[in-house]
């Protein structure tokens, strides 16, 4: 089964043209099926790219996903259109009595701030706490996961002498994880960061790691009590986005090394190389798949 956009949607044309599967409102209302409800929190600049990368990985599976846009209700972006924003997205104040199968809330370009310091860190943590009683599974992703490790269990971010870029080398380190079906030993993950959870810290906390890094740290974690995941790298990345972002930083002059192990012997001048799309196809649909066996099928039973 497809996954269910606003036909006007940008990423409706760039998803069925690269072959995945897109139903138009319209079509997916005519069948008897109860779509998965699945939240976008998108706190990225560039909202469009965002929502054709995670779109691509839900939209990939058997089952019919029903993909909703949600902002911070008074956070303005500068990056993306007002008529997009307000065409298909909805802030929270809205939906926040609405049930959903699953949320993702995505990163955001503020790591050097404390967490309180951010503009709309008061109703983000109203988001946080709702997921405890409208959201059946929460995945927390790169700053997103940040913000809910150290919400609920008061981990702290640690500022890293340079940025963490590049495409790192991880280990699985609970192959018996339902969200780890079909992971090869190790895997390639984009990474693109200027803070870290550390690995002692999440220990302490009672939390289970299941994918870390030699060279990046702790990069996948499974919090059961919250019925969330956190994952503070980016599987959910284009070929090209580490490039976008380094050529960004050189056109700005912003102090930036080549980013490791992603372009061919770390040559800029080369096309980069996409090692770990099949992973991150594995990864959002395990996730996907777990909430299918476990969400209430009557959307109203979610968090009771």
Same mark, same amino acid.
């Given at each position: ?33 109860? #779509? +998965?409800? &699945?939240? =976008? ?7 469009? %790219? $965002?929502? *054709?990368?995670? @779109? ?5 599976? #058997? +089952?019919? &996903?029903? =993909? ?7 956070? %303005? $972006?500068? *990056?993306?259109? @007002? ?222």
């Amino acid at each position: 089964m497809p996954i269910k956009l606003p036909a006007a949607l940008p990423a409706f044309d760039v998803l069925r043209d690269e072959g995945v599967m897109v139903l138009d409102e319209d079509t997916a209302a005519r069948q008897d099926i109860r #779509p +998965l409800r &699945i939240g =976008l929190l998108n706190l990225m600049p560039k909202k469009i %790219q $965002t929502e *054709n990368q995670f @779109a691509r990985l839900i939209g990939a599976t #058997p +089952l019919q &996903i029903e =993909l909703t846009l949600i902002r911070m209700s008074e956070h %303005q $972006t500068k *990056n993306t259109a @007002a008529a997009h924003m307000a065409e298909f997205y909805k802030p929270f104040q809205e939906v926040k009595d609405e049930k959903f199968d699953g949320l993702i809330i995505t990163g955001a370009p503020i790591e050097h701030l404390p967490f309180e310091e951010v503009t709309y860190w008061d109703e983000l943590t109203e988001v946080m706490n709702w997921t405890q009683t409208n959201v059946h599974s929460t995945f927390g992703v790169c700053w997103g996961g940040m913000a809910m490790i150290n919400h609920f269990h008061n981990v702290p971010k640690h500022i890293l002498d340079e940025k963490s870029f590049g495409c790192f080398r991880h280990q699985v380190t609970d192959p018996a994880s339902p969200y780890l079906r079909g992971f090869s030993d190790d895997c390639v993950i984009p990474v693109s960061r200027w803070t870290e959870m550390r690995q002692d810290e999440i220990d302490a906390a009672g939390l289970k790691t299941l994918i870390t890094s030699n060279f990046s740290g702790p990069c996948l974690v499974e919090d059961r009590e919250h019925r969330a995941l956190y994952i503070f790298n980016h599987f959910e990345y284009d070929s090209g986005t580490l490039k976008q972002e380094y050529d960004r930083d050189i056109a700005e002059g912003t102090p930036i090394n080549v980013p490791v192990n992603y372009y061919p012997e770390d040559d800029p001048t080369r096309d980069p190389q996409n090692r770990w799309r099949s992973h991150a196809h594995l990864l959002y649909g395990n996730w996907i798949n777990e909430i299918y066996q476990t969400t209430p099928y009557d959307l109203a039973q979610i968090g009771t």
